[in-house]
């Protein structure tokens, strides 16, 4: 069964304070990993999609990376509008199906 | 219109009522989801209906029906739902095996 494990729970940073979000995954045949932004009372916000250990992608002050167990979301000098919960998914084979982790609640503080 | 929508926003029910939520892409995909989203819980996929197929998850209770007109209506006909129902229903769509797109959700109380 796929498995999907975000870490941490919670976050807290002050602006500027740069930082990494965890996503740990197990899965038969990863086909992609995505990262998705959700705020409070709204659905998630895709953001990126990572297909094989070693990719990368960025967007503004966030940059994704994935390896073969574990994926990174870097948020490089944060503002106080980067707050939000940020899910990790994964979709395994052929299927759509995505299976998401609980998630990383993120605050940033001026 | 622009993206997924989906109608109504809120919703308060009792256990005897039958509702329906809606949905509605505006990309062009060809496949669409229900989720699921309690708090503290992972997303849990629902149903979905690719290419006019349609594939459930085996734990959904049978108090959740989904219709699926066209490619670009999805509706969750609801009926004699349980407190423990109360959750964020969204719906999501996608081309094929992509990234999926999400509307903002309706947020169901039952009462």
Not at chain 1, 84 to 102: D, I
Not at chain 2, 31 to 60: G, I, T
Request: contains cysteine; proline residues 5%; hydrophobic residues 30%.
């Amino acid at each position: 069964e796929d498995q999907v494990t975000q870490s941490p729970e919670a976050l807290r940073l002050q602006e500027g304070e740069s930082s990494s979000l965890n996503c740990s995954y197990t899965v038969s045949g990863l086909r992609g990993l995505f990262w998705y932004r959700q705020d409070p009372g709204k659905g998630p916000e895709f953001l990126f999609t990572l297909y094989s250990a070693g990719e990368e992608k960025e967007k503004e002050r966030l940059k994704a990376t994935l390896t073969k167990k574990e994926s990174f979301l870097h948020i490089t000098a944060p503002k106080p509008e980067d707050s939000a919960t940020y899910l990790c998914a994964v979709q395994a084979g052929t299927a759509s199906k995505l299976t998401f982790g609980t998630g990383t609640r993120l605050q940033v503080t001026l | 219109e622009t993206g997924v929508t989906q109608t109504p926003r809120h919703l308060v029910m009792g256990m005897t009522n039958k509702k329906s939520l809606k949905c509605e892409q505006h990309l062009g995909h060809n496949a669409m989801y229900w989720y699921k989203q309690s708090a503290k819980k992972p997303l849990e996929l629902m149903f979905v209906y690719s290419l006019e197929e349609r594939v459930e998850n085996n734990s959904v209770p049978s108090r959740f029906s989904p219709e699926c007109p066209n490619s670009s209506h999805l509706f969750l006909h609801l009926h004699t739902l349980q407190p423990e129902d109360s959750a964020l229903y969204l719906c999501a769509s996608s081309q094929g095996n992509n990234e999926q797109f999400f509307g903002p959700g309706t947020r169901l109380t039952v009462l």
